[in-house]
């Protein structure tokens, strides 16, 4: 079965699904701070976390069709349908844009005029921490994405439908997968800045770029391997074997130790340079967020590394919707660190109650104590979980109805026999 | 039957050679009198060799103020070489290790070469601390051993220290790695010997056979050591890269560091790679084993790499700006428009702008263009690490103490002496052991061989059918 059906079975569960995030969110706002700081925090967190499982779809899909890979060719519509996910994405950041220009939120203590005149350091940003920027950047850059998302996907159903044996089609998709490469790598970093490092606008890392697009990677490498999965359990893609699962689970193995390398790169210079301005962001972390600090380690290494090490268990269906769970989680965890604390001490400063871990507040012990567990910031609640699954749902629901449209399998591509056949191990 | 391979794809081993051929085009040249280009470059490397011997002595007895560092910028081309040859060290093992891993195949054609290449870059760059401590005869002070030496012990908290652990431990898995792929090609080079040489290439091949459960013993050795080389590919040059990012000097203490020096590493070494692979196909007459594909596949590397350098370069740059932080702003000033611009010229043109070219397939498919590329790269690897090291250094928090420095003759007869050292273990090598991975090109001949794959294995399918029917 090479063409994927959407069933209304699966429509009516995805939409319930998506109005469990709706009901979620309504609930936030109601229950929330005057400033509704945890239903924007959790709306930008989880437009970050799915918008960037697109880019990084189309990413990987340019890198592997510029390095003549020939074995994803069987899975490579998933990560094309995943890509055009840029286009709601654009419309997700439009709200948090929205909500900038009409100060529905407080999500960036720069957007916040009286802040930054008082504040030097944010002076000095202002001139790329700004309302301004953050519009054309976001729209630009996003926009330049899903353009590139939307020409690929056309070429490649071009090539189901009139293929030649010239390959003419593929030559296209190549140019514009290699085009892509340097385009994402120079435009992500911006908007990773802008998006999420500027949350904590005093602070600054060089390497958080690419540590956030680690993070984006190994989620979409999870999400990935379950929709693979699904599609199998339904009957779909009976071609795509356990080789295929193989290699997508050492991609999920590699980049969690890739992640883990950036993320132990970036912590322990900070650490040893032991420069004040660069470890309160640890120091914060590791004194109010713990649970979510040490966490974020075993989810996304200590897990992945002894569960896939292994030949075999990259290549049992279990274990790998398991794992990918896990992986999926814990990047949505670890994105979730990097935003909450940020904008929870920018919520305080505006409301005034002065934020925790000032040095100089003098918080009383009892007080101190009073003030260590904030819902929903301080751990992912319930109400997270169940926004986190309306925006899944939307995610799957807008990958579903695209899926439906094209061949699963694309039938002209000049890789098709070689994915295939494509075989691993034994060797 | 073998898997089925893409029409798109080009052959990687052209000529329609049979597994004969083979043998005898890269085994041969093993067997030969070197030709006059060989006599003429080992004389050349020989000579630079023995005066790099001259110019240790001189350091070891004049001391290390027969070199220009002052109290300001006490690193400078010692580092800058040390660092330079460490990543050239890097190609051989990204080749066989992760290539290995991601079944590339074009990886059989330059692997060895590359591998042997990342051995002796590593020796190179072993020197540079060895020599900079002066008294060359305590090196085995950096061994933590009980001594009696009171309280004279290695400082575990420096990044200098996992350094020596670092690429002494890549030096290691590198060069068996290397050795276990050579085992059966000094094996086939031993069959093909009589007398002395037989008993010598027997000894070296430990007695290899070529029987099933060598071969299956051999695949699962080469396997366990990609795996174990692939993180030390990354930790060597990361380790590295801490010798300045720990620090909290403005220009140094930066978190982007690890995987910038671990691109820029293998960035390098892929212009070595081609620097060597260039001249050595031409003159061992292998074309058509280290083909036009592979020189592209490697320039495409390039690219990629030079490009996430660059990348990096401006993340560095931008949030120096970022940082509002004012003695990072004037590292990076300083860096671009300081004492030392030309340096940063010289960076940024040869390392991020002038790759570009290869955007372009007649570039990458061009010999010329790629030899005279890959020396620019070469020498844009090494602006980079003196930009990192000297420029930075130059202009410290203390402008009383601000300097300039410019390299003896010591210290450039070093560097030079140790490209002799390089050149001399290259050219020797390719007289010992076949330069092509004999048995590994073997293994890919069914289904890269031009008789098989592209558009001339349909021309001679089709031939054969004609002939058939006569």
């Known amino acids: 079965m090479n063409?994927?059906?959407?069933?209304?079975?699966?429509?009516i569960f995805l939409l319930g699904a998506m109005g469990l995030g709706v009901v979620c969110m309504v609930l936030t706002f109601l229950v929330d701070d005057p400033l509704h700081t945890r239903f924007w925090s959790n709306f930008l967190h989880n437009s970050v976390f799915f918008t960037g499982i697109a880019f990084v779809s189309l990413f990987v899909l340019a890198a592997f069709t510029t390095a003549y890979s020939g074995w994803?060719?069987?899975?490579?519509?998933?990560?094309?349908?995943?890509?055009?996910?840029?286009?709601?994405?654009?419309?997700?950041?439009?709200?948090?844009?929205?909500?900038?220009?009409?100060?529905?939120?407080?999500?960036?203590?720069?957007?916040?005029?009286?802040?930054?005149?008082?504040?030097?350091?944010?002076?000095?940003?202002s001139a790329f921490l700004n309302k301004n920027w953050y519009t054309i950047g976001t729209v630009v850059i996003l926009g330049i994405w899903a353009y590139f998302a939307w020409r690929m996907h056309r070429i490649s159903v071009q090539e189901d439908l009139q293929g030649t044996s010239d390959f003419s089609h593929h030559r296209r998709y190549r140019y514009w997968s290699a085009a892509f490469l340097p385009v994402g790598a120079f435009t992500s970093a911006?908007?990773?800045?802008?998006?999420?490092?500027?949350?904590?606008?005093?602070?600054?890392?060089?390497?958080?770029?690419?540590?956030?697009?680690?993070?984006?990677?190994?989620?979409?490498?999870?999400?990935?391997?379950?929709?693979?999965?699904?599609?199998?359990?339904?009957g779909y893609m009976e071609e795509v074997s356990t080789n295929h699962l193989h290699d997508l689970g050492k991609y999920a193995f590699a980049f969690s130790i890739f992640w883990t390398y950036l993320w132990f790169s970036q912590y322990m210079l900070i650490w040893y340079g032991n420069v004040g301005e660069e470890t309160i962001y640890f120091r914060e972390r590791l004194d109010h967020y713990p649970t979510m600090f040490y966490g974020n380690l075993i989810l996304n290494f200590v897990a992945p590394f002894f569960i896939l090490m292994r030949n075999d268990t990259k290549r049992k269906f279990g274990t790998m919707v398991l794992t990918s769970i896990i992986l999926l989680l814990g990047h949505w965890w670890d994105f979730f660190l990097m935003i909450k604390p940020g904008v929870y001490h920018t919520a305080q400063e505006v409301l005034g109650h002065g934020a925790h871990g000032g040095g100089e507040t003098g918080h009383d012990a009892a007080g101190h104590a009073?003030?260590?567990f904030h819902a929903g910031f301080t751990m992912p609640g319930l109400l997270e979980l169940g926004t986190f699954i309306g925006f899944l749902a939307l995610f799957l629901y807008f990958v579903f109805n695209r899926l439906e449209k094209v061949s699963l399998i694309p039938p002209n591509d000049p890789y098709l026999a070689e994915s295939k056949h494509h075989t691993v191990w034994p060797y | 039957m073998s898997a089925p391979v893409s029409a798109i794809r080009d052959p990687l081993i052209e000529g329609g050679k049979t597994y004969h051929d083979i043998t005898e085009d890269i085994c041969s040249p093993t067997e030969k009198t070197p030709n006059l280009a060989w006599i003429i470059a080992f004389i050349i490397s020989a000579s630079a060799l023995a005066f790099y011997v001259f110019c240790v002595a001189w350091t070891v007895w004049q001391g290390i103020g027969s070199w220009n560092l002052n109290r300001t910028i006490n690193w400078g081309w010692d580092i800058t070489n040390f660092v330079w040859w460490v990543g050239i060290g890097h190609a051989g093992t990204l080749i066989s290790a992760i290539l290995l891993l991601f079944r590339q195949k074009w990886r059989t054609g330059v692997n060895r070469a590359a591998e042997?290449?990342?051995?002796?870059?590593?020796?190179?760059?072993?020197?540079?601390?060895?020599?900079?401590?002066?008294?060359?005869?305590?090196?085995?002070?950096?061994?933590?051993?009980?001594?009696?030496?009171?309280?004279?012990?290695?400082?575990?908290?420096?990044?200098?220290?996992?350094?020596?652990?670092?690429?002494?431990?890549?030096?290691?898995?590198?060069?068996?790695?290397?050795?276990?792929?050579?085992?059966?090609?000094?094996?086939?080079?031993?069959d093909r010997a009589r007398g002395l040489r037989k008993k010598i290439y027997n000894f070296v091949s430990f007695g290899w056979t070529g029987a099933a459960k060598h071969w299956q013993r051999w695949e699962s050795l080469s396997l366990v050591l990609a795996g174990l080389a692939t993180p030390l590919v990354l930790s060597v040059h990361t380790i590295v890269s801490f010798d300045f990012a720990t620090s909290v000097i403005p220009g140094w203490h930066t978190t982007i560091f690890p995987p910038y020096f671990v691109a820029g590493?293998?960035?390098?070494?892929?212009?070595?790679?081609?620097?060597?692979?260039?001249?050595?196909r031409k003159v061992l007459n292998l074309q058509e084993y280290i083909t036009l594909e592979h020189i592209e596949s490697m320039n495409k590397v390039i690219l990629l790499t030079g490009t996430m350098v660059g990348v990096a370069y401006l993340t560095e740059l931008f949030i120096a700006w970022y940082s509002g932080y004012i003695y990072?702003?004037?590292?990076?000033?300083?860096?671009?428009?300081?004492?030392?611009?030309?340096?940063?010229?010289?960076?940024?043109?040869?390392?991020?702008?002038?790759?570009?070219?290869?955007?372009?397939?007649?570039?990458?498919?061009?010999?010329?263009?790629?030899?005279?590329?890959?020396?620019?790269?070469?020498?844009?690897?090494?602006?980079?690490?003196?930009v990192i090291i000297s420029s930075t250094l130059a202009r410290d928090y203390l402008p009383t103490?601000?300097?300039?420095?410019?390299?003896?003759?010591?210290?450039?007869?070093?560097?030079?002496?140790?490209?002799?050292?390089?050149?001399?273990?290259?050219?020797?090598?390719?007289?010992?052991?076949?330069?092509?991975?004999?048995?590994?090109?073997?293994?890919?001949?069914?289904?890269?061989?031009?008789?098989?794959?592209?558009?001339?294995a349909q021309a001679q399918a089709g031939t054969v059918e004609q002939k058939e029917v006569h």
Not at chain 2, 164 to 179: D, G, Q, R
């Open chain 1, 3 to 11: 063409q994927f059906a959407f069933e209304s079975k699966q429509k």
């Open chain 1, 72 to 125: 994803h060719t069987l899975v490579k519509r998933i990560w094309e349908t995943y890509s055009l996910f840029l286009i709601p994405g654009l419309i997700l950041m439009g709200v948090i844009i929205l909500g900038i220009w009409g100060h529905f939120h407080h999500l960036y203590h720069w957007a916040d005029p009286a802040a930054v005149a008082e504040d030097e350091i944010l002076q000095g940003k």
């Open chain 1, 190 to 234: 911006a908007l990773i800045w802008q998006w999420v490092m500027s949350i904590d606008a005093h602070w600054y890392s060089t390497l958080f770029a690419w540590y956030a697009t680690a993070s984006w990677f190994v989620a979409a490498m999870a999400l990935t391997i379950l929709t693979v999965i699904f599609l199998k359990a339904l």
């Open chain 1, 370 to 372: 009073a003030s260590t």
């Open chain 2, 116 to 190: 042997a290449m990342t051995i002796f870059a590593v020796m190179c760059a072993g020197q540079f601390p060895l020599i900079h401590m002066g008294r060359l005869w305590l090196a085995f002070f950096i061994f933590p051993y009980p001594n009696t030496r009171g309280p004279l012990w290695v400082n575990f908290n420096s990044p200098l220290l996992w350094d020596v652990f670092a690429i002494s431990t890549y030096f290691t898995v590198s060069l068996l790695f290397w050795y276990t792929g050579l085992v059966p090609d000094l094996a086939t080079v031993r």
């Open chain 2, 265 to 280: 590493a293998i960035f390098s070494g892929f212009a070595m790679v081609q620097t060597l692979m260039v001249i050595t």
């Open chain 2, 328 to 386: 990072e702003q004037f590292a990076f000033y300083n860096r671009v428009l300081g004492p030392y611009y030309w340096s940063y010229i010289g960076m940024m043109s040869c390392n991020v702008l002038s790759p570009q070219i290869f955007w372009f397939r007649k570039m990458r498919r061009s010999i010329f263009v790629t030899f005279i590329m890959s020396i620019f790269v070469n020498i844009g690897m090494w602006f980079e690490r003196f």
């Open chain 2, 401 to 456: 103490s601000w300097s300039y420095y410019t390299p003896t003759w010591v210290e450039i007869g070093l560097f030079i002496g140790t490209l002799g050292l390089f050149f001399t273990l290259y050219l020797v090598f390719t007289r010992l052991a076949p330069v092509v991975a004999v048995a590994e090109v073997k293994s890919i001949l069914k289904t890269a061989g031009d008789q098989y794959v592209g558009n001339g």
